[in-house]
Every structure is written in C-alpha cells, then in structure tokens.
C-alpha cells in the first residue's frame, strides 16, 4: 500500500513538471531575441576595435574577431579577455596571450604589437607567454607606455625566446605598476635606472635572459614595497650593491647562476624578513660574514658554487638562525670544523657542505634533527667515526653522502649494504658500544616533540644540484591572487 502511494506521488510530481515546462521555457526567454543588440553588451567602440586589432596583430590575419566574438565582454567572451564596467561601458582589463589553457589565443609565426595595444587605457594585467618564437625576433614596445600608467598593475614577457633588446626605460613611467616579470627570453643589455621609480613594485623576476652589467646603486632606493627580486640566470656581474638594505620588506633574494664578485655586503644583514637568499654559482669572495646572523627569518640559505668565498662554519651564530631549513654551502672553500650548534636547529631538512676542506669529527647528534632528510658531507677533510645509528641510514638512504674524506669510518654493526654509508670504510672493531637508535629518538623528541612531526616531504622540497621551490609558487599566489 505503501509502494502504490509512494508512485502515485512520484506519477503527479512528473504530470506537473511536465505540465510547467512550456511555460518554464517562454519565462526564461527560449525563444530567439528580436534582434542581436537585445543580447550584445555595450562597449565602445574604439575600445572593441582596438582589441580586435591587436589580437589580430598577434594571432594571425585569418582570425575574424567581429564574426567570431561580436560581444568580447559578454556572451562571447575571448579565453585570456577580461573586461570590467566603467560607466556602464565595458573595458578591456587583462590580457593574456599563449598557450596557458586548450582555448587559449596562440601568436603566430609573424605575430607583433600592435600600436593600438595602448589604446585599452584600462588594462591592469598583460600578459605574453610563448608568444614570440627565435625564428621571428621582436622588441618589447620602446615607448607610450605612459598611456597605460593610470591602470597597468602587472606586466609580464614569459618563455619567448625572439624576444630581444632591452628594457625600455618607458616602463618607468608605469606609476601602478606592482609586478614586471620578464622571464625566459633573450632581453639583453644593463638594468635600467629608471625601474628604481616603480615605487609600488612588488615582484621583480628578469631572471633567464642576457643581462649584462652592475645592478644600479640607485635601483633600489624606492623599492620598499618590493617582495620578491628574481635576476638569476643572467650576465650580472660586479659586486652587490649596498643599497640593497634599502629592500627592507623583502622576502626572496635570488641572485644565483650570474657572475657576481666581490664580498657580501654587510648590509644584507639588515633584510630582517628575508626568508631566501640564493647566491650560488657566482664569485663571491671574503668569508662567512657575521651580517648572516641578522638574517633571523631566514629559512633557506644558498651560497654553493662561490668556489672562492671560504670562512669558517664558527664564525656563524646557528641559534639564531632558528627558521632555516635549507642550507647549501657546497664548493665555497669553508675551513674549520662542522660545529655542534648545527644539531640545534631543529627545522632543518637538507644540509649540503660537499666540496669544502672541512675537518674534524662529526657530530652524531645530527642524527637527532627532526626533519633532516638530507645530508651531504663528501669530498672534505672529516676524520674519525660515524656514529650514526643503522636506522639514520636507511631513513636517509641515497641522501646521506659522505666519500672522498679518506679518513673517516662508519661505525655500525650493519645488517645490510642499506643501513652502510657508501664509500666510507668500516671502522676496526673496538670495545666501543654503537649508538642507539632510540637514545637518538629520545633525544630529539626531547627537543622537539616528534622526530617526523610538521617536517613535510622533502621529496618535493629539494634536491642536490638543484632547488625546487614549490614554497614559491604558493608565495606568489598568495600575494598576487
């Protein structure tokens, strides 16, 4: 009885539904409008037919934007086209160009700019990716780019490898401008002094071009907004300019793969929000300075490959630096001994302090780091004994290196070839007990809580010859979302 209710209540839902869809249809406008302006939003036309002119610029003569996308802000929207109301007219506000999504506009072999690109006196994002291909060279636009300078807010030429010259200094002239990246191309000659007027930039990225010269001592004198500076990856040469204290919100310093020389100036200690400072592969002279100790929000310190900076590892105050979690001193020419204020840092993930004369023991609390997933200690000086405990290296495997230190041997009652260091000699047997594993995990939940607590992957966080800064990206979505 209950089934035969139950269906004659299903059975008079379907009768009304099917009894309301006529009219459903007609109050929602199924039928087809009068004419085509009852559906197109209203645009200027200058603004319309500037927009169909620079895409076609870039994307080719074949393609019809009046027949393809009558109404390019409105119910024929164009992938990479973002348009906003002023004055009950719409205006072109973001454009990107390349092939971001399936749908996205590609440039063509011939692709230029358009001079009417500065007619959209709205725009606040521009954008060319893979636009500009080696087998057809193009220069980013030398003037009227003040035109642009009551809107544009970021400016970005990534991966186009036919884009060449240099940095207009027009782009100066972009009083709102909070992000120029100029990333993977092939832009050349020295940093222009006018970028230092961009006093509301936040994001500076040129690296992977052909930038040549000194960074200007005067770039930096307005940039206290500024967050992140990107110029890896260049020509870049000549010592660091002091005025670079002037950056004092400053986050990432990446200065790293340029030919950079003299010592680290001093006044990099009084960046006191840096969390990234890379420096490696340039050649920096003068030691370890004690400047780093300023650096108390640091988190990821990176001068490998200076092959001529040298210091010592003591001169460096460890327990100040209590949020570092990457440290690459790889190839600097570092002296003295490991020293055992390292074992405080409890943050820390990878180590890396191949390729030095370091000599003196090891200390077998670094065993008791909770987060360390990475250490490597070979091609030094070490002496003496491993006391590592069998389960440290299985836990690190591959990533604990400590060959070439031709004096130094493992101490370890091995069960099999993965719980060894590679290349390291066993020690003679003595009456000397081994380490135990436990006594290690008691000593790092001591100071820590857990040995694995909070620690992440360190799979996606880093590896020996190269960084990969996932954190980074996450950085910049958060600032410019």
């Known amino acids: 009885m209950i089934k035969v209710l139950h269906m004659r209540r299903m059975s008079s839902s379907w009768a009304f539904l099917l009894l309301a869809i006529p009219f459903l249809l007609v109050s929602h406008g199924f039928s087809e409008p009068e004419s085509s302006a009852d559906i197109i939003a209203p645009m200027a036309k200058e603004e319309q037919e500037a927009l169909y002119s620079v895409l076609r610029d870039?994307?080719?003569?074949?393609?019809?934007?009046?027949?393809?996308?009558?109404?390019?802000?409105?119910?024929?929207?164009?992938?990479?086209?973002?348009?906003?109301?002023?004055?009950?007219?719409?205006?072109?506000?973001?454009?990107?160009?390349?092939p971001v999504l399936d749908n996205s506009l590609e440039c063509s072999e011939q692709a230029q700019f358009s001079p009417l690109l500065f007619q959209l006196d709205h725009l606040r994002s521009l954008s060319f990716f893979n636009c500009f291909s080696s087998r057809q060279r193009m220069s980013i636009p030398q003037s009227s780019w003040e035109k642009l300078s009551g809107s544009l807010e970021i400016l970005e030429f990534r991966s186009n490898r036919g884009l060449v010259g240099r940095i207009p200094g027009a782009i100066a002239r972009l009083s709102k401008l909070e992000s120029l990246v100029i990333v993977e191309n092939a832009v050349d000659g020295e940093l222009p002094v006018e970028l230092?007027?961009?006093?509301?930039?936040?994001?500076?990225?040129?690296?992977?071009?052909?930038?040549?010269?000194?960074?200007?001592?005067?770039?930096?004198?307005?940039?206290?907004?500024?967050?992140?500076?990107?110029?890896?990856?260049?020509?870049?040469?000549?010592?660091?300019?002091?005025?670079?204290?002037?950056?004092?919100?400053?986050?990432k310093l990446d200065l790293s793969d340029n030919h950079f020389n003299g010592s680290l100036p001093p006044e990099l200690g009084q960046l006191k929000n840096l969390t990234l400072l890379d420096l490696r592969n340039n050649d920096f002279v003068g030691g370890l300075a004690q400047w780093l100790n300023g650096l108390t929000s640091i988190e990821n310190l990176l001068l490998a490959h200076n092959p001529e900076l040298g210091g010592r590892l003591e001169e460096i105050e460890w327990g100040k630096l209590r949020e570092l979690t990457a440290l690459d001193l790889s190839h600097t020419s570092l002296t003295g001994e490991i020293p055992a204020a390292m074992a405080g840092l409890k943050g820390l993930r990878y180590i890396a302090l191949d390729g030095n004369s370091l000599t003196g023991g090891v200390s077998p609390e670094l065993a008791a780091l909770p987060c360390l997933g990475a250490l490597y200690l070979n091609g030094n000086n070490l002496t003496g004994r491993l006391e590592f405990p069998q389960e440290f290296y299985r836990r690190l495997g591959k990533r604990f290196v400590s060959w070439g230190n031709l004096n130094l041997c493992y101490d370890a009652a091995a069960k099999n070839a993965r719980a060894v260091p590679y290349g390291v000699a066993r020690c003679e047997q003595d009456s000397r007990e081994n380490v135990s594993y436990e006594s290690v995990l008691n000593a790092a939940r001591a100071g820590s809580g857990d040995l694995n607590g909070n620690c992440g992957s360190l799979g996606s966080f880093v590896v020996h010859g190269g960084v990969i800064w996932g954190v980074w990206v996450m950085l910049l979505v958060v600032v410019f979302l």
């Open 58 to 98: 870039l994307v080719g003569e074949w393609w019809n934007g009046p027949e393809l996308y009558p109404d390019p802000c409105g119910w024929t929207q164009i992938q990479g086209v973002s348009c906003d109301l002023f004055d009950g007219l719409w205006y072109v506000t973001s454009l990107k160009i390349g």
């Open 196 to 251: 230092g007027k961009l006093e509301h930039l936040k994001r500076l990225m040129l690296s992977g071009n052909h930038f040549a010269g000194r960074i200007p001592d005067s770039i930096c004198g307005s940039w206290s907004e500024l967050l992140i500076m990107d110029l890896s990856r260049n020509s870049l040469t000549g010592p660091l300019p002091s005025s670079l204290s002037n950056l004092t919100s400053l986050l």
